[in-house]
């Protein structure tokens, strides 16, 4: 089942902050997130775990929430350069080890000066 | 490190011909994930080797098949080609055991006529 990302586009200026949503009606094992510019590869941001558990790295972090299945990515304060569409990759586990992405249709996030 | 490296990276077929592409992971990665990106179904997942062995595959039809070698360069091969098949094909490596960042390569973009 493909998670459902939301906003599906938002239009910010420089400095604002947004925040993308991740739901999943199953049952999540892990959330990564990554940011895709165009014409490139993915971008990977950063792994969630079942938890509840906040990650971040400069003015990017991001939660899970187990119990909504549901994760969030928060940009603080933003710049040219978080332009581009983000996407969740979802998993429901693991057999083993064999690791398996589900992404949601993307989120595109537009920075004007 | 380098990163993964994909080729070729554009490609013109037409319908009703075959195709291969090839991926070489990140140095001391042994498990390659294949997508397919379209502007209508986004990132879906096709299939992925762990090992030279599939451990896990999407919801696409045979025409699509993949194999690995022993030194983890993977290959995905897609025979009697549609014009649906037209897409970004992206491949991503990762590590072993527990929970792996997967790394995207720059893709093949392949046009069908």
């Known amino acids: 089942q493909q998670p459902v990302q939301s906003p599906q586009a938002v239009i910010l200026r420089e400095g604002e902050d947004a925040v993308i949503n991740c739901s999943s009606s199953?049952?999540?094992?892990?959330v990564h997130w990554y940011r895709q510019k165009h014409g490139e590869a993915p971008i990977f941001l950063m792994i969630?775990?079942?938890?509840?558990e906040q990650k971040g790295h400069d003015k990017i972090s991001a939660s899970f929430n187990e119990k909504k299945q549901q994760s969030s990515l928060y940009l603080t304060a933003s710049q040219l350069s978080y332009s581009g569409t983000y996407f969740c990759g979802t998993e429901g586990g693991r057999i083993q080890g064999a690791q398996k992405l589900v992404f949601g249709q993307g989120t595109r996030l537009t920075i004007n000066p | 490190k380098a990163g993964v490296t994909q080729t070729p990276r554009y490609l013109i077929k037409t319908r009703g011909q075959q195709v291969t592409l090839s991926c070489s992971p990140i140095s001391g990665h042994r498990s390659v994930s294949w997508y397919q990106q379209t502007p209508g179904q986004g990132l879906q997942f096709l299939f992925e080797y762990f090992s030279e062995t599939q451990r896990n595959k999407g919801n696409f039809p045979g025409r699509f098949s993949g194999r690995q070698f022993s030194n983890s360069r993977s290959e995905m091969n897609v025979s009697t080609l549609e014009l649906g098949d037209s897409a970004l094909y992206l491949c991503a490596s990762s590590g072993y055991g527990g929970l792996e960042t997967q790394y995207f390569g720059p893709g093949t973009r392949l046009l069908v006529l």
């Open positions: 969630l775990l079942k938890g509840g």
């Open positions: 199953k049952a999540l094992y892990s």
